[in-house]
């Protein structure tokens, strides 16, 4: 049987079929051009006894609505078209402003950027290899990487791949498939807001000529 997404409450016109997980047998509506064969708690190891580590791991909310409803309800039907709290609901102007105040009290304190990197980027940011010479040429004059997460600045939230502390001076590496040319004065007015200089070095400068690269961020960090 093949459904259209807005007949089964999701607001998309994708087509959907219905497939049976391998390892738990629940049946489930997937997209057909799709068709994954495991269900998204399967997938991910959820099924089984409720060990103490992954107790841990989730939240009392979480553990409440897997007590009452089991596992693959909770995860594969539960948050989903009409079951989803904020299904055909939108936020209030006051409740978005809220939000948005809360936000920036969380990112004013050290604590919480910390632990919302390494929730979020820790695991998975690591240093291409351009950024790892550049630390190694310019460590010896107090140039961190901080681009994991390390180092934030501002409002929005800006994070950094160096910094020089003493000096107040960030060094951004910008690769050209990721970032446009207007990305490069939206970071350097954001720094110098909160009292710090930006320069940016991009990839294609810095793979045909390194040794110049290097020579314009020592003059610009010293």
Known sequence: ???????????????????????????????????????????????GEMTEERSRNISN???????????????????????????????????VEKNRQSNKRN???????????????YPHVKQNKPEHEIEDYLKEFGVEFVGDGKFWLGYPPRNPDFIHRKNRKIVEFFGNYWHKL???????????KYGWNCFVVWESDYNTNKEFAIAKIKEFIL
């Open 61 to 95: 909310g979480q553990k409440r609505r897997i007590e009452r409803d089991g596992v693959p309800d909770y995860f594969c039907r539960g948050r989903f078209g009409v079951n989803n709290p904020m299904f055909g609901k939108q936020q209030t102007v006051a409740s």
């Open 1 to 47: 049987m093949i459904k259209i997404g807005r007949e089964l409450g999701i607001k998309d016109s994708h087509k959907y079929t219905m497939v049976e997980c391998p390892e738990c047998h629940n049946e489930r509506w997937v997209r057909i051009d799709r068709q994954d064969t495991k269900c998204f708690n399967c997938s991910r190891g959820f099924m």
């Open 107 to 121: 990112w004013e304190s050290l604590e919480y950027q910390d632990k919302w990197a390494k929730a979020n980027l």
């Open 182 to 192: 207007e990305d490069e004065l939206d970071r350097i007015d954001h720094y110098n």
